[in-house]
């Protein structure tokens, strides 16, 4: 059996890694397409990083492919694309699947909504 720590093993060469000052410079940039891969209930407990769009890990393909009727237009493949999760290993798995989906421009957050709390950046609220 693969375990869930070889999956992610596996992703992260896969996806461009960032730590939070090169997230934030992103961020900067027009046209990012910032992605909170966590639970509803993750998002209300702690918020989120201003301008993210709520994608469900488990929804995240569906949201990511047109051809669905759940299809985000957002969820460009062209398009600059920033993960984050809670600590960097949903980011990085949600990341490998939207390599193997043909987006080609993804990161993810090393350490996560966590590591950019911790640094003092700004945090919105989320209404349940």
Not at 80 to 105: D, K, P
């Amino acid at each position: 059996m693969t375990t869930v720590q070889q999956l992610i093993a596996e992703a992260r060469p896969q996806i461009e890694g960032l730590d939070v000052a090169a997230m934030a410079a992103e961020l900067k940039r027009p046209g990012v397409v910032l992605v909170d891969v966590r639970e509803p209930d993750e998002r209300a407990q702690h918020g989120t990083i201003p301008g993210a769009m709520a994608a469900p890990r488990g929804m995240l393909e569906f949201y990511a492919d047109p051809s669905t009727p759940y299809h985000k237009k957002e969820l460009d493949p062209k398009a600059r694309i920033l993960l984050f999760c809670a600590a960097g290993s949903r980011s990085a798995l949600a990341g490998a699947t939207l390599h193997r989906m043909g987006f080609e421009n993804v990161a993810h957050l090393e350490g996560g909504f966590k590591a950019w709390a911790e640094a003092g950046h700004e945090v919105a609220p989320v209404q349940r």
